[in-house]
């Protein structure tokens, strides 16, 4: 295992484009970092320079204490995990696993040892002897896995793994992996563009945007406490509401009435003229299902459309904004990939209400959580350092406890 350490790395091609720009990121030994952004941001870059399939035009690569700038992939003792499996269809499992272990030739009692190990992990020993034509899609995954771990390698890297699977297969992989990061405690680098398994796998989360580095914090930190609009937007499904509000003082005067801030977010704020309020839908709520003497606001707006999902339901309402802010929103839904950072707003309301489309409805909205954003530079005026230095302390102590267990209680592969 090794650590990775990455210092002012700039990637500019022929044109001069920079796709990665000046990213300094330190990625500690048997951390599981995620890097995470929409598609173009140079994640897949990035992750290609740690391994050496991209050259790196300026800044220092050190992998292990070792800077490797110059060395050549085979020489950087890493694991990569491709996107599209990369198996070879003549070899049977046994063989695509071994594959590494011959080129270095390992001798065949080692050999069989690690492939079994390595099986026995991730419950391939029935499919040794089938060909990847014949395997099920993560069944072919679990073999690329395989075919990574029994090297003794300084780091696994994953490139989208997932991306081919259907929703069901993706649940399940993710699952398999995380626990497999565990119990072998290796350094991890997992790029991806879906944000739930950058939530669900990472210790912490490297955010990109066009190259550059907008936060890197623990999945939880992430979501409660976003540096900027674009971590905000991207981070969470749905995405978080932006309303446009004039500061009055202490009060923010939004499309859904007025919102009073502490004396801290207040001065936080300052004499803006207007901001967005930056709303998760999780924290609105049908008004006739929260006690009276609950904090927060109420307010009454046209509902356009319900979605219904079993154990919740969305709806989705419609406000009036500043054609600066109808812009600005349509910017950043375009650079997300997104098409719900529109002028409405999605609320999560239980799925008891009987709020339906077409109607007038009294919401509830928890004034506690909201963040305020400045609508030019995308800044998150009211995020708490405090608050979000506490959230990762408590992921990393959440990451030892997990470790600890999953070394306890699984078999760990020979080598």
């Not at 996107?83 to 063989?95: C, D, G, I, K």
């Not at 801290?264 to 839908?281: N, T």
């Not at 305020?372 to 959440?398: H, I, K, Q």
Request: charged share 30%; proline share 5%; with cysteine.
């Amino acid at each position: 295992m090794a650590s990775i350490e990455m210092s002012n790395i700039v990637k500019k091609y022929g044109d001069g484009f920079p796709a990665v720009n000046d990213v300094s990121l330190d990625i500690a030994d048997g951390e599981f970092m995620i890097l995470v952004g929409p598609s173009g941001c140079g994640k897949s870059t990035l992750l290609r320079m740690i391994v050496g399939l991209e050259d790196i035009t300026s800044g220092d690569m050190v992998i292990g204490g070792k800077r490797v700038n110059d060395k050549a992939p085979r020489d950087r003792n890493l694991s990569m995990v491709f996107q599209n499996y990369a198996l070879y269809p003549h070899l049977s499992v046994f063989e695509n696993i071994a594959f590494p272990l011959r080129l270095s030739k390992t001798p065949e009692s080692e050999v069989r040892s690690k492939v079994n190990d390595a099986a026995d992990v991730l419950e391939l020993q029935e499919h040794l002897e089938r060909k990847p034509a014949n395997l099920s899609g993560g069944q072919r995954q679990r073999v690329a896995m395989g075919r990574a771990i029994v090297r003794d390698a300084d780091a696994f890297l994953f490139d989208e793994p997932l991306s081919n699977l259907d929703a069901k297969l993706r649940g399940q992989m993710r699952t398999e992996i995380a626990r497999l990061q565990r119990r072998l405690g290796i350094t991890t680098v997992y790029v991806t563009h879906d944000q739930t398994e950058a939530m669900t796998l990472g210790d912490r989360v490297c955010v990109l945007r066009r190259g550059v580095i907008q936060q890197v914090a623990s999945p939880r930190e992430l979501y409660e406490q976003p540096t900027n609009m674009f971590v905000a937007g991207f981070i969470g499904s749905p995405p978080m509401n932006f309303l446009p509000a004039r500061v009055q003082g202490s009060t923010l005067e939004t499309p859904f009435g007025a919102i009073e801030l502490d004396e801290k977010r207040a001065k936080a704020v300052g004499e803006r003229d207007l901001v967005l309020v930056g709303v998760r839908p999780e924290y609105f709520e049908d008004a006739s299902l929260i006690d009276e003497s609950r904090e927060g606001t109420r307010f009454t707006a046209k509902v356009d459309v319900t979605e219904w999902l079993g154990d919740s339901q969305y709806a989705y309402i419609p406000y009036d904004a500043p054609e600066e802010v109808a812009a600005k929103l349509k910017e950043l839904s375009r650079e997300l990939d997104s098409d719900q950072l529109r002028t409405q707003a999605i609320v999560s309301i239980d799925a008891a209400s009987r709020i339906r489309e077409g109607h007038d409805a009294e919401f509830w909205l928890d004034t506690r959580k909201i963040h305020v954003f400045d609508p030019e530079s995308g800044e998150n005026l009211t995020r708490d350092p405090e608050a979000g230095a506490e959230l990762t302390r408590m992921a990393e102590e959440d990451r030892q406890d997990q470790i600890e267990q999953a070394q306890t209680s699984g078999a760990t592969v020979s080598g």
